[in-house]
């Protein structure tokens, strides 16, 4: 996933929204995915920007249902995400 953050079982990324309402209903749309996915990541949630912490909880290591959690969670936010440090639109 581009722009992720990788530390030892941890995979994260930020997301930055336009603002506090739109990271909220992109969180409610990443905890959708991860309860379909049947896989609970920590949501960290400020004003504008949100970042999902994936890591293993059952496992003794990252797994492909981490990573093909994070890639949904890539396309779930589609146009909408703006680098940290970037206004955006």
């Keep these: 996933m581009p722009g ?9 990324k930020t997301f ?3 603002d506090f309402r739109s990271a909220i209903r992109f969180a ?3 905890a959708d995915a991860a309860e379909a996915a049947n896989h609970h990541p920590a949501i960290e ?3 504008n920007k949100v970042t ?9 290591r990252l797994t492909s249902n ?6 949904r969670i ?3 936010v589609g146009d909408h995400h703006h680098p ?6």
């Design 45 to 47: 949630i400020r004003y």
């Design 84 to 89: 940290p440090g970037t206004a955006g639109p």
């Design 16 to 18: 930055v929204h336009d």
């Design 28 to 30: 409610n749309r990443v």
């Design 4 to 12: 992720c953050q990788r530390t030892g079982d941890v995979i994260a």
């Design 66 to 71: 981490h990573t093909t959690l994070a890639h």
């Design 74 to 76: 890539q396309r779930l």
């Design 52 to 60: 999902p912490v994936l890591t293993t909880h059952s496992a003794d």
